[in-house]
């Protein structure tokens, strides 16, 4: 079991950054492949962003690749999502997510972002 809870979401300016973090407890946060989805009112939840375990591959979503930029610390049990150049079609309820060994499993309550332009 792994609860996760997002935080660092706003109100931002069009061309602005954020930075989000996900804070994990419970299990071994190293077991897991950490990732950032998106939901913007009466869309569906979309991928933006994943990260491997340790680190060493990750993945973007076309419309966010180049001004967002995921990371992860194991010591601090932590994953982050540094969002920069925000456009308002970001705006969404943001949400990290631990995979196990095929799916997201858990999930956090999500953030709010909201750009104005």
């Known amino acids: 079991q792994v609860q996760l809870v997002e935080s660092g979401g706003g109100l931002v300016q069009a061309g602005g950054s954020l930075r989000l973090s996900c804070a994990a407890s419970g299990r071994t946060f190293s077991s897991y492949a950490m990732g950032w989805f998106r939901q913007a009112p009466g869309k569906e939840r979309e991928f933006v962003a994943s990260?491997?375990?340790?680190?060493?591959?990750?993945k973007y979503a076309d419309s966010v690749k180049g001004r967002f930029t995921i990371s992860r610390d194991n010591a601090k049990n932590t994953a982050s999502l540094q969002m920069n150049s925000l456009k308002p079609e970001d705006t969404a309820v943001y949400y990290c997510a631990a995979r196990g060994s095929s799916q997201y499993d858990y999930w956090g309550q999500g953030t709010h972002v909201t750009v104005s332009s």
């Open positions: 990260i491997s375990r340790y680190g060493g591959t990750t």
